[in-house]
């Protein structure tokens, strides 16, 4: 082929990602042959009940999990790098220059023992052969990029002395410190108030428009990943149970757990007084899966032979594809209207 037609590599591509974690009598099986890829300058949520294997599939992307008691499996790559390739210098350089994470609660992941200025112009400087004035001087252009006030003052600040929402605002200002090509959001708006969340959520769709970045959005509100995402990756027990982009999936979905999880948040066709919808039943033991769909013991369209075999992954569209063997049944219980 002619390497002038020939595609970029995506910024991120998994294939067959498999994660378990020893220590207990038996292996947890986190995730289980996950495939996905991420096109630069694209945003992908992950969305799923807790448990599913999200944040699990993040941190593999740093291989930040305990090495010791780790085991991953399949094929993980980064800006064509291979992570599970490289030592721990390399490691060390490439976390927060190339890829870089926002994390759920900043208050945990932010050091309380010095100033989140000094934070983010010790990461800046570790990366780049730059003075600590220079560094500085680019940690308060990064605080008044995410439109935190007064921010000369809160560079001196500590973790404790901001708010929730200030915290993340920083926390995202630390994550872009050193131009990373690729935004790893682990839940960044769980613990804040609503209005915080939606200030939050268009901060970072304007960031990633503005920085060309390529995200992956880890949350378990499908609202926000319709706000934020180009496609979207349902998760369930540690596989993807239904890709495709964001407003195929909530005007098409076609497995029974996308179908579920739509009917379980509020939204505009949902009369007033009228109960939630729940998913019945509890998410399988991770340590002891079934060898059929995980999701058959809480499914209407479920048959013996969901149980008896992992379903194939059906092509349902370009771009939209569902491991279920019923999803042309689950096309008539799907919400008609999902705001």
Not at 154 to 182: N, T
Request: charged fraction near 20%.
């Amino acid at each position: 082929m002619d390497a002038s037609l020939s595609y970029p590599e995506p910024m991120v591509s998994l294939r067959e990602l498999s994660v378990s974690f020893a220590g207990g009598r038996k292996p947890v099986h986190a995730v289980s042959g996950v495939s996905l890829e991420v096109q630069r300058g694209e945003v992908v949520a992950l969305i799923g009940e807790s448990g599913s294997g999200k944040s699990v599939t993040l941190r593999t992307l740093l291989r930040l999990h305990p090495e010791r008691r780790t085991r991953i499996g399949g094929q993980v790559r980064v800006a064509g790098r291979d992570v599970l390739a490289m030592t721990q210098a390399e490691l060390v350089d490439f976390r927060g220059k190339v890829a870089s994470m926002i994390f759920q609660e900043p208050l945990l992941a932010l050091d309380p023992v010095y100033s989140v200025g000094a934070q983010i112009v010790e990461s800046i400087r570790r990366h780049e052969p730059v003075s600590a004035a220079e560094a500085r001087q680019r940690a308060l252009e990064l605080f008044e990029r995410v439109r935190i006030p007064s921010p000369e003052r809160r560079l001196a600040a500590y973790p404790h002395e901001m708010s929730g929402g200030m915290r993340q605002r920083a926390m995202i200002a630390l994550a872009l410190a050193c131009r990373p090509q690729l935004l790893l959001a682990d839940e960044p708006t769980t613990a804040l108030d609503a209005t915080v969340q939606i200030q939050i959520l268009l901060l970072l769709r304007e960031l990633q428009r503005d920085l060309g970045l390529s995200v992956v959005f880890v949350t378990h509100d499908i609202g926000a990943a319709v706000e934020v995402a180009d496609r979207i990756a349902v998760m369930y027990a540690g596989r993807i149970v239904e890709e495709g982009t964001a407003r195929e999936l909530i005007r098409s979905p076609r497995h029974p757990y996308t179908i579920a999880l739509l009917k379980s948040r509020a939204h505009g066709a949902l009369a007033r007084g009228s109960r939630l919808e729940t998913i019945g039943g509890a998410p399988p033991d991770l340590s002891a899966l079934p060898p059929g769909c995980a999701f058959a013991e809480r499914c209407a369209l479920a048959s013996e032979a969901c149980r008896a075999a992992q379903p194939p992954v059906v092509e349902l569209a370009p771009g939209h594809r569902a491991r279920c063997i019923h999803t042309g049944a689950a096309a008539a219980i799907a919400p008609v209207v999902v705001a």
